[in-house]
């Protein structure tokens, strides 16, 4: 299933450069993570176990080794339904570093009634100093309305980690 859904990512990026002279997206020596409802930082999921702050703002928070020119991106706290196959995928298409995070239905075309928050993580390696444009892009599959362009800007990787404020209005039913 992993592979179907790395897939699925790999071609909506290629997707995302079309025809006429744009380069292929150059994919990085990667890991991808992707937690359990309630976050990374929940135990099992359950709501009494998020840390505190976390339904706040969805955050981007990252880190950034030189020497080994490694970027470890994290996406915390995004909202999407308890029931799917979830992935992440970074990407370089023209110059812009394209951070893919995909939710597949579970069960063909099946949901549950129920929202849950979800972290992302991806560390890449071969990323060169310096300042880079990022753009993070959400692709749920069966909902269109909910695929595209979530947050665009810079990153200074000289300053070595930081976070960005994605979305500042606090999730409702956060964790569940």
């Known amino acids: 299933m992993k592979t179907a859904m790395k897939l699925v990512a790999l ?3 290629v997707g995302l450069v079309g025809c006429g002279g744009s380069e292929r997206p150059e994919l990085f020596e990667q890991q991808a993570e992707v937690s359990d409802c309630g976050g990374f930082g929940a135990a099992g999921g359950a709501l009494r176990d998020v840390p505190a702050g976390y339904c706040d703002a969805e955050l981007l928070r990252w880190e950034y080794d030189a020497g080994s020119q490694v970027l470890s991106l994290t996406d915390q706290r995004v909202s ?3 029931c799917g196959l979830h992935d ?4 370089l298409v023209d110059g812009v570093y394209v951070l893919t995070e995909t939710d ?3 069960f063909g075309d099946a ?3 129920c929202m849950c ?3 992302f993580a991806v560390t890449a390696t071969g990323i060169p100093a310096g300042e880079i444009q990022l753009r993070l892009e959400l692709l749920v599959s069966d909902w269109a309305e909910g695929s595209g362009t979530v947050w665009e800007g810079s990153l200074d990787l000289s300053q070595g ?9 606090p999730a409702a039913m956060c964790g569940l």
């Open 111 to 113: 949901r549950c009634a």
């Open 161 to 169: 980690s930081g976070q960005v404020v994605v979305d500042d209005q």
């Open 88 to 91: 992440a995928t970074l990407a």
């Open 11 to 13: 071609v909506a990026l």
């Open 117 to 119: 928050t979800f972290d």
């Open 80 to 82: 999407l339904n308890c």
């Open 104 to 106: 597949d239905p579970e």
